[in-house]
């Protein structure tokens, strides 16, 4: 059973850069047989799909998103990452790292506020 | 972007009985290889969201067959037979034919 927990600092301050993890347990990252994913919710609202990356390293992001996004994966820690850089108050979310192989797997989600 | 548009917002049901939620979306979600990605998900109460439905129709493991979907082209439903006291919620349509996916705004349903 695959396993995800996102982690990170809950307090970005703004023009800073957001950057959180998601480890991976009961399952390899280097699996052809899923693609890994951020999800955000900011507080009381909906779903927003942030990016995607694959096994073949081609990554998606949201273009809402694109300039100030990166996903990687790091094979050697069953690992992957999330960098989001000059965040302000709206990034202020519950950011959830999800993978998808025929089924869906979430983290618990880590609620991530952005204040100075 | 596509709009994925829910109705209702809100969805009072007494137990027991069959709700529909609806979704709309701005264009066709048939992707090229003939498949519509639409998927529906359910957020319990301070719980990760989990996919109930993909492929507009089809049930996800462990997915009570108390729910299902059903819809072609920009027009799609998720139906509950029976309302159950665990299926309080918000409930998302979401569509994974354009990129980038987007989600419905949500429906919440609750036990009158």
């Known amino acids: 059973q695959l396993q995800l927990q996102e982690s990170g600092p809950g307090l970005v301050k703004p023009s800073e850069t957001l950057s959180l993890t998601c480890t991976v347990s009961?399952?390899?990252?280097?699996?052809?047989?899923?693609?890994w994913g951020w999800i955000r919710q900011p507080p009381g609202k909906g779903l927003e799909w942030i990016g995607s990356i694959y096994y073949s390293g081609s990554t998606y992001y949201n273009p809402s998103l694109k300039s100030r996004v990166t996903i990687s994966v790091d094979t050697s820690k069953n690992q992957f990452s999330l960098k989001l850089s000059s965040v302000t108050a709206a990034d202020t979310a519950v950011y959830y790292c999800v993978a998808v192989a025929g089924r869906d797997y979430w983290g618990q989600g880590t609620l991530v506020t952005v204040s100075s | 972007d596509v709009v994925m548009t829910q109705s209702p917002l809100s969805l009072p049901v007494t137990l027991g009985q069959p709700a529909s939620i609806s979704c709309r979306s701005s264009q066709s979600l048939v992707y090229s290889d003939g498949n519509t990605y639409l998927n529906w998900f359910q957020q319990r109460p301070g719980q990760s969201p989990r996919r109930l439905i993909y492929k507009v129709s089809n049930r996800d493991s462990g997915v009570p067959d108390r729910f299902s979907g059903s819809g072609s082209g920009t027009d799609f439903t998720l139906k509950i037979s029976r309302v159950e006291a665990e299926d309080v919620g918000v409930y998302y349509c979401m569509q994974g034919t354009h990129w980038p996916w987007t989600f419905g705004q949500g429906t919440k349903v609750e036990i009158k």
């Open positions: 009961g399952g390899s990252i280097s699996s052809s047989s899923y693609y």
